[in-house]
């Protein structure tokens, strides 16, 4: 199994561009979600799906879209990058919780280093 | 709503040095607890977690305990070496879901 894979690893964009980040696992999880992570702020929860054509909000939802039309894959997207969006962004999946016995781990992709100028 | 509350780093500590990281927590019910850990260019890999109070959580000489009455879920490791330098992270799910709330994370640097 490849786990959690990310796309691109590293990418740069001018204010007002738009991109997508891939997200894709292959174990088969219901839940996945997109964190992004800012020094001394941990990771901050931005969208979540608990299965395909199912999402929600998390903590930091503005500016971002995401779909899930499929199980396997959850892409983020960009609408129009401002500099504030400038951080590592990391793509998770589970088990959910009441299939996997309330073990509730996530296993996460390598992250995507985005930098908006 | 949950929140998780870690020291600040960084840590900076000698080889065979013993390793403790405050992690205390605001959480309704009974939460799961976690601790991830982020080495330099990777993502975040699970070290140790806990889903009731008294549960001990442990791998790779990594301790942590449930404590309920105190809300606290602190790591310890007796005896660290240069490759646990990283970034840990205390985290927590509600007790039905899978959202995680993660605290601040702290640096840990192991100086030979």
């Known amino acids: 199994n490849a786990g959690v894979t990310q796309t691109p690893k590293f990418q740069v964009l001018k204010t007002g561009q738009s991109m997508t980040l891939q997200c894709a696992q292959d174990?088969?999880?219901?839940?996945m979600s997109w964190y992004r992570q800012d020094p001394g702020m941990g990771l901050r929860l931005i969208h979540y799906s608990v299965g395909a054509g199912i999402t929600d909000q998390g903590e930091v939802p503005n500016g971002y879209n995401v779909s899930r039309s499929t199980t396997e894959d959850f892409p983020l997207r960009l609408l129009s990058a401002a500099p504030s969006q400038t951080s590592v962004y990391f793509c998770?999946?589970?088990?959910?919780?009441?299939?996997?016995?309330?073990?509730?781990?996530?296993?996460f992709g390598p992250g995507t280093r985005l930098t908006v100028l | 709503g949950n929140s998780v509350t870690q020291m600040e780093g960084p840590v900076t500590l000698s080889e065979e040095a013993f390793l403790t990281i405050n992690c205390t927590y605001t959480a309704t019910g009974y939460p799961s607890l976690f601790w991830y850990v982020q080495y330099p260019g990777e993502g975040l890999q699970l070290l140790l977690k806990a889903t009731k109070a008294d549960d001990k959580g442990s791998n790779k000489g990594f301790e942590a305990t449930y404590r309920k009455e105190t809300t606290s879920f602190h790591l310890e490791k007796g005896s660290v070496q240069v490759s646990d330098s990283a970034v840990y992270f205390c985290?927590?799910?509600?007790?039905?879901?899978?959202?995680?709330?993660f605290g601040g994370g702290t640096r840990v640097l192991v100086k030979p």
């Open positions: 998770a999946s589970s088990p959910r919780a009441q299939l996997a016995g309330g073990r509730n781990e996530q296993f």
């Open positions: 174990m088969n999880h219901e839940y």
């Open positions: 985290a927590l799910t509600g007790a039905a879901g899978n959202k995680l709330t």
